[in-house]
């Protein structure tokens, strides 16, 4: 009989990294960083012409195909970027849609630090690469296939600040037990980073959950502006979807 495959669906910069890195502490699930980005960046049913085809093959069902079998031997736990799908939901496989075959659950952040942190990194990001309207797009469909029910939903600063509580409820909610001494760990790349290491450095530096940075100060309007205010500048209706989407989903968020 088939393990359960538990996803965390999120957006990018939302210490989705630092969660992962915690369920490969456990030692008790197969942890799969990221599959769909495969599909989504470089198989022949790629979104983005970001990078080159270099994995054609990776194909939705191919990768679905994949963490199933994963399945057949141990629990699974997959942290991905919901965007990664957009396009694949509501798509039949194996006689049930894509999300009916896993356990889904929602990290978000206040979109604000998570955008600005993506804009340092992808200056040329896209709508669809911030995330957050796929990311209401499978959690509207998660809802749907649970036939009402609401899907397990964290925050991503109260998972900095409080990462012993809000794991704990995030365990107890998807039915496994919590283990405290895998909220810390041993500074260092771990395999299932190969495909995107680049942008795992904080993570791999890290050796626990890493409490938000105190807020910037003010300035006064007469120096200079602030420049991370300006990696923003031009995204402002953007943002606005983004923060309509975290308001909705941090309303049901656990340990509220």
Request: aromatic fraction near 10%; charged fraction near 25%; hydrophobic fraction near 40%.
């Amino acid at each position: 009989m088939a393990h359960p495959v538990t996803v965390m669906w999120t957006t990018p910069r939302s210490r989705s990294t630092a969660f992962e890195r915690m369920m490969i502490e456990r030692g008790d699930h197969t942890v799969l960083d990221e599959p769909f980005s495969a599909r989504y960046y470089f198989s022949t049913e790629r979104r983005s012409a970001r990078y080159a085809p270099e994995e054609p093959d990776a194909t939705g069902e191919a990768v679905l195909e994949s963490i199933l079998a994963e399945a057949q031997t141990a629990p699974v736990f997959v942290k991905d970027m919901a965007y990664h799908v957009s396009g694949l939901l509501g798509t039949q496989y194996r006689g049930s849609e894509l999300l009916g075959h896993f356990t889904n659950t929602f990290l978000v952040r206040e979109p604000r630090s998570a955008l600005r942190s993506l804009a340092r990194k992808w200056p040329d990001f896209t709508d669809e690469e911030a995330g957050y309207d796929a990311l209401a797009g499978a959690f509207d469909r998660a809802c749907s296939i649970g036939r009402g029910s609401t899907p397990v939903v964290l925050d991503a600063d109260e998972l900095a600040v409080d990462p012993e509580r809000i794991v704990a409820a995030w365990c107890g909610a998807v039915g496994i037990d919590a283990m405290p001494e895998a909220l810390t760990w041993e500074p260092g790349m771990v395999p299932q980073w190969v495909r995107w290491q680049d942008w795992y450095a904080g993570v791999a530096a890290s050796d626990g959950f890493n409490p938000p940075a105190p807020p910037a100060a003010m300035v006064p309007d007469d120096r200079a502006p602030q420049v991370h205010d300006g990696l923003l500048a031009d995204r402002q209706e953007l943002l606005e979807r983004c923060s309509h989407t975290y308001e909705r989903l941090a309303a049901v968020r656990v340990g509220r």
